[in-house]
């Protein structure tokens, strides 16, 4: 590639959205994307465990500003949690600590202790996690050998649906395909292990795919492979326009937004929640800025055209 055909690949701004392969850590896809988009500033909003598959939103350049706001959004996950075994990880990576048979667990058992997880839950995070403690990863305190307690915090289940139960190993193991979507912060296989121990039998996930982060779904992500051969990146406008309430500013707005000055409150032309980030899009259609309403006035919390 030429310097002056890299130079614009490089000025190009928008999401990847990949779907990530088994094995791979979200570390190395990034690393991945920094190649085939020719530029440093590459990160990921929302990291997949790497025996998870699925949707992994990628920003590059001036669409990594938006990756914190990414993070925050519902996900939906497809998964396959085993009731028999526990692991210590609570997921197929980590050792077998526990067996107990589960061929006495009917449908209707599963289907009960379920419906206690969805809504608005406590959960305790797996202890084999990214969660510091005192300052320590509680992975690397277990990996040592430590005991970490966890604090459990408020998630939401919004969805938590059993496909199909299937019975292994002589019914001794049972495997629950199911569909869960859940709010930012969410354990899958924290929720596979407390099934399990609500069955008295132990659990673990051993199948876990990503199949959508926010308004961003698993039909328009693209392998690693794909993107090899064609790198393709949703451009930064529509990445927003999907993101966040849209609202098309004056060329005049435009220019007061990219010095810092405010202009009328979105919230008199449009119906927002509280505290509700809004695309500012100038007449031509470009990204101008993230607005946050401060009473009756609108101020940029993010600039993205320049001055």
């Known amino acids: 590639m030429s310097k002056a055909g890299q130079n614009t690949q490089e000025q190009a701004s928008g999401l990847v959205l990949v779907d990530k392969d088994q094995g791979m850590t979200s570390h190395d896809v990034v690393g991945r994307i ?36 990414i993070v925050g959004h519902d996900k939906t996950y497809t998964a396959t949690i085993r009731l028999g075994q526990n692991t210590v990880t609570d997921d197929a990576e980590g050792e077998i600590i526990s067996e107990r048979i589960a061929a006495a667990v009917t449908d209707e058992d599963i289907e009960a ?125 529509k990445a927003a326009a999907a993101l966040f309430p849209n609202r098309t500013v004056s060329v005049d707005e435009a220019v007061e937004l990219s010095y810092g000055r405010a202009i009328p409150a979105s919230s008199k032309t449009m119906e927002l929640e509280e505290n509700t980030p809004v695309a500012a899009f100038a007449p031509n259609g470009v990204l101008v800025a993230l607005l946050e309403d401060k009473g009756d006035k609108a101020r940029a919390a993010l600039v993205f055209t320049a001055k």
């Open 34 to 69: 920094r190649r085939l988009a020719g530029t440093r500033k590459v990160g990921h909003a929302g990291t997949l465990d790497p025996m998870a598959t699925g949707v992994l939103v990628v920003g590059v350049n001036k669409a990594t500003r938006l990756l914190t706001y």
């Open 113 to 237: 202790e379920v419906a206690k997880l969805r809504g608005d839950i406590l959960q305790v995070p797996s202890q084999v996690s990214a969660i510091k403690v005192d300052g320590k990863r509680s992975y690397a305190r277990v990996r040592a050998g430590e005991q970490v307690e966890l604090k459990s915090r408020p998630v939401t289940i919004s969805r938590f649906d059993i496909h199909e139960v299937r019975r292994e190993n002589g019914g001794k193991i049972l495997d629950v395909d199911v569909t869960v979507s859940c709010s930012s912060g969410t354990y899958i296989r924290a929720l596979a292990r407390d099934l399990g121990e609500a069955l008295n039998v132990g659990g673990h996930l051993t199948a876990l795919r990503r199949t959508e982060v926010g308004p961003y779904k698993i039909e328009l992500t693209r392998t690693l492979e794909q993107l090899a051969e064609k790198f393709e990146m949703l451009p930064i406008e």
